[in-house]
């Protein structure tokens, strides 16, 4: 492989088109989109004429003559699409966390003779801290996190909830949906899934796994923007006998009655809380859009290309970067994970150097390869930065070990 040849996979990409609908970073190779996706070429003047035409000349009057009122039911209906469920099935709201917390409760309230969250030592932190969290809150349950390994020898009928993310933030793994959510179902236990780094990079077919919960990110394969809103996902079996435990006014049947008494909303919208966030939810729905109008199967097979391609280049070239990332494409996410002893300064060397990968703890970088505008010459000037970072020792400058608030 050479650059040249690396150009030529580019001009025969069937995805190429769909970089020009980004505006990607002036300063590097963008390699952070499983962290915050870029950003719509579109977005400013989409943000501009819901700013301009919808608040600006409409005011309160947009909440129902722009439809903002039914905004998040509209976006998860688009959203379903994305994730392999029915449109009634999903709504935007609120964020990850929060997510989480409505449908980690509303689950247990549905196994109420069990006690026991199960999940994965190596889950996102955000998810274990939220577990914990409830826990303390509802001294019953507990948390029992197990290795990955070792997740069917721990289900028992003790287990209400078997909570895990699909993609690892770390490693790339990706869990064999219908085989866990079989086996958790097999011991009684219901399943909620975490799709943060899932959605927007590899197909979903919720339904088809028989999967009862799922929750995940606007900001990362979606593109939605900083802090975008989130969706939830709960199965059609369980919208009846579920509530959240967070009774916000927007999760009302009717909330303009302004009435004392709390009344849930019937359908998916229970599970809204506060006011929606307009302006994200509009910058989101327009990357929707964009995600969904997109193969999701050719995104997949392209970013198994890219990333094969950057695991055979850095195997080459900067053998000291060990790839951690399952070697069979089908147990892979959309980002790469590389261990090096150093890796915290090399991803701040690497920005000085035109590559914006991200770090994360204690010595990993992750390489996020979203196919939508991703190319080949990426990964090879990528690869070439890396090994002269290495070869040169540039990384051991005591400006790259200085420590950054976000990494
Ligand atoms: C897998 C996973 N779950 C949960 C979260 C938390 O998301 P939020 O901060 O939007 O609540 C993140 C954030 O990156 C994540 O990667």
């Known amino acids: 492989m050479n650059r040249d040849k690396a150009n030529e996979l580019d001009q025969l990409d069937p995805l190429a088109y769909a970089r020009d609908y980004f505006a990607l970073p002036t300063h590097g190779i963008y390699l952070c989109g499983h962290s915050l996706g870029a950003m719509p070429a579109n977005a400013p003047e989409h943000l501009a004429s819901v700013t301009r035409d919808q608040w600006g000349k409409n005011a309160i009057s947009a909440w129902n003559n722009a439809d903002w009122i039914n905004m998040p039911q509209r976006l998860g209906r688009k959203m379903a699409k994305i994730l ?15 997510n989480l917390f409505k449908l980690i409760v509303s689950a247990l309230s549905l196994r ?17 801290y939220m577990a914990d969290g409830i826990t303390q809150l509802l001294s019953k349950y507990q948390v029992i996190r197990c290795e990955k390994t070792e997740i069917a020898n721990h289900l028992n009928n003790d287990v209400a909830l078997l909570m895990l993310t699909h993609v690892d933030y770390r490693s790339s793994e990706m869990h064999d949906m219908a085989a866990l959510t079989a086996e958790a179902h097999h011991h009684g ?47 059609e079996r369980h919208l009846s006998s ?11 049947q009717q909330p303009f009655a302004f009435s004392n008494h709390y009344e849930p909303a019937t359908d998916i919208k229970k599970f809204l809380c506060g006011t929606p966030p307009i302006l994200s939810m509009a910058a989101l729905e327009n990357s929707i859009d964009i995600v969904s109008s997109i193969d999701i199967h050719a995104v997949k097979e392209k970013t198994d290309q890219l990333a094969e391609l ?21 147990e892979r996410g959309g980002h790469l994970g590389f261990f ?31 196919a939508l505008y991703l190319r080949y010459v990426d990964i090879y000037d990528t690869v070439a930065t890396v090994s002269k970072i290495i070869n040169t020792n540039i990384y051991h400058h005591p400006r790259y070990h200085a420590v950054m608030t976000v990494t």
């Not at 920005?351 to 390489?367: C, E, Q, T, Y």
Request: aromatic share 8%.
């Open 340 to 370: 090096h002893q150093d890796a915290y300064a090399i991803s701040r060397a690497l920005l000085d150097h035109g590559v914006i990968a991200d770090f994360r703890a204690p010595n990993l970088i992750r390489f996020g390869l979203p």
């Open 310 to 330: 950057m695991i055979e280049l850095m195997a080459l070239k900067c053998p000291s970067m060990t790839c951690i990332s399952p070697k069979a494409a089908k």
């Open 84 to 98: 392999g469920a029915n449109a009634h099935e999903v709504i935007i709201s609120d964020s990850t966390s929060i």
């Open 189 to 235: 236990a219901l399943v909620l899934f975490d799709l943060a780094h899932s959605v927007g990079a590899v197909p979903l077919s919720l339904n088809e796994c028989q999967v009862d919960f799922a929750v995940g990110s606007g900001y990362k394969y979606l593109n939605g923007g900083p802090g975008a809103p989130a969706f939830l996902f709960v199965a």
């Open 112 to 128: 109420p003779d069990r006690h026991v969250i199960l999940t994965e030592k190596e889950n996102f932190p955000a998810d274990l």
């Open 242 to 252: 579920t509530t959240s435990p967070l009774q916000g006014w927007m999760g009302h």
